[in-house]
């Protein structure tokens, strides 16, 4: 069962193209500064989903993206890693951030850690350095590195330089979702 904080089904700034994003619940790295400190708290998420149906909401938006945000993703990756190899049979792409450095994933004990990095197509990786200005369109601060895995988002390495965007959502309910990775602030 995945613990979920958040599930936005459709959004542009959260990976390249249209992205469904899923905020898992629970993080270790307690980076200060950090703008989601409500997906931290290992508790409970507020949606608990079984990967099976998560993998069925997935394939019926057909986004170019699934992206996995936070919290820490890699603290559920067994159930991730089962999300991200069936979405990615279906030719969705799928994208991770991650407090944890590529190099640490990579040399995991935890062979699901490693399992799901196998899987991504794109990894942000690294802690939030809230004094690092940020360089990269999906990385809140500029310590953080996109890293590409494979073909499919070649064409978006050209394109992540620079600051990201905010979106604002209007949910069914009435309820909105502010996310991405901009600035309120004017130049
Ligand atoms: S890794 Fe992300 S979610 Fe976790 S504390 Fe750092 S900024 Fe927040």
């Not at 991730?80 to 030719?91: N, T, Y």
Request: hydrophobic residues 40%; contains cysteine.
């Amino acid at each position: 069962m995945l613990s979920i904080h958040t599930i936005l089904k459709r959004s542009r700034v959260n990976g390249p193209g249209t992205s469904f994003v899923v905020w898992l619940q629970g993080c270790i790295h307690a980076c200060p500064g950090c703008c989601n400190t409500a997906a931290c708290v290992r508790k409970p998420g507020r949606l608990l989903v079984e990967p099976d149906e998560l993998i069925r909401q997935v394939l019926a938006e057909r986004p170019d993206c699934l992206s996995f945000s936070g919290g820490e993703p890699f603290l559920q990756a067994r159930e991730l890693a089962q999300v991200a190899g069936a979405v990615r049979a279906a030719g969705i792409g799928v994208l991770a951030w991650s407090g944890y450095e590529y190099e640490d994933l990579l040399a995991s004990r935890n062979p699901w850690q490693r399992e799901l990095l196998a899987r991504l197509d794109i990894l942000i990786s690294g802690p939030y350095l809230q004094d690092v200005p940020q360089r990269e369109i999906w990385a809140g601060s500029g310590n953080q590195r996109t890293l590409f895995f494979g073909s499919r988002f070649a064409d978006w390495q050209a394109r992540i330089a620079g600051r990201g965007h905010i979106e604002c959502t209007i949910l069914q309910d009435g309820s909105g979702v502010v996310t991405g990775f901009g600035s309120f602030s004017t130049p």
